[in-house]
């Protein structure tokens, strides 16, 4: 009987998750955009009388939980892309991916832990620059625009 | 030459299955449409179907999977082996597709 560690078996890989092969930055982008607009609500929130100092716990502790989220989802989307798609070819051509990444994992992990909007600015270009990374990968164009709805800040967006 | 290779991973079903034991020969000759097992400089071994795309340029294709983007290109004296029977669930022949 042939083992798995026989050293006559050569394990040839057939990896791939499902395979689905979608890989796309716009959810990482959108819960980027999230965060920003999680403080920004916080920050209202703040600065006007609340009903009640309950209904200000109630709205902060959301407003904490969806920040927290959001974040991990940024690091989460760009992990995938960067372990599942991003290959030799493209890391020859964009040396710098390995740096963009660990930044974005790096200003993730502050603004899940502050409420700094600096911090999630910073998140969001540098998600940004990862897009463009990304499409660039793909030979599709993209553009800076600002998105249609609070946060209302530049967002890259692919010209398809 | 031949050599035994063991499937991992899940990307050429339903041809072929995790864990399935394949027999393949020694090549330089690229055929479209066979079952290959290619060591790559930075996925190892790789067992995948090749495509051609162009008579002078072949890739790498998944047969539960469409498109093979992230998969390399392989090019004609490249050495890899053609995996022509498959153990796991009884002995089949590998088929050209």
Redo the contacts between chains.
């Keep these: 009987m ?1 083992r ?1 560690d026989d050293k ?9 998750d499902v ?3 979608i890989y796309d930055p716009a959810p990482l982008l959108i819960s980027a955009l999230t965060v920003v607009r999680m403080i920004d609500i916080m920050e209202e929130w703040m600065s006007h009388k609340p009903d009640s100092e309950l209904a200000l716990q109630n709205a902060l502790s959301r407003c904490v939980a969806q920040k927290e989220q959001h974040a991990e989802d940024v690091k989460h989307e760009v992990r995938v892309i960067w372990g599942d ?1 991003l ?2 070819p493209q890391f020859e051509k964009h040396p710098n991916a390995h740096e963009l990444v660990h930044n974005i994992m790096l200003t993730g992990s502050k603004c899940k832990q502050g409420v700094d909007r600096a911090d999630a600015l910073k998140l969001v270009e540098l998600c940004n620059e990862f897009a463009e990374m990304f499409w660039e990968t793909k030979g599709v164009e993209t553009k800076r625009a600002v998105c249609p709805y609070k946060p209302s800040l530049e967002t890259v967006y692919p010209v398809l | 030459m031949l050599r035994l290779f063991r499937v991992s991973g899940r990307s050429m079903l339903p041809t072929l299955r995790d864990g399935d034991l394949v027999i393949a020969w020694r090549s330089t000759r690229l055929r479209a449409g066979r079952i290959i097992c290619i060591d790559t400089t930075h996925e190892g071994w790789l067992i995948k179907r090749l495509r051609c795309r162009h008579p002078a340029r072949f890739y790498l294709d998944s047969d539960g999977q469409t498109g093979s983007e992230n998969l390399p290109t392989v090019h004609d004296g490249d050495l890899h082996y053609v995996a022509f029977i498959a153990f796991g669930r009884g002995i089949r022949w590998l088929q050209t597709r």
Excluded at chain 1, 8 to 16: G, N, P, Y
């Design positions: 042939i798995q006559l078996v050569t394990s040839a890989s057939a990896h791939c395979p689905c092969a798609y290959k030799a």
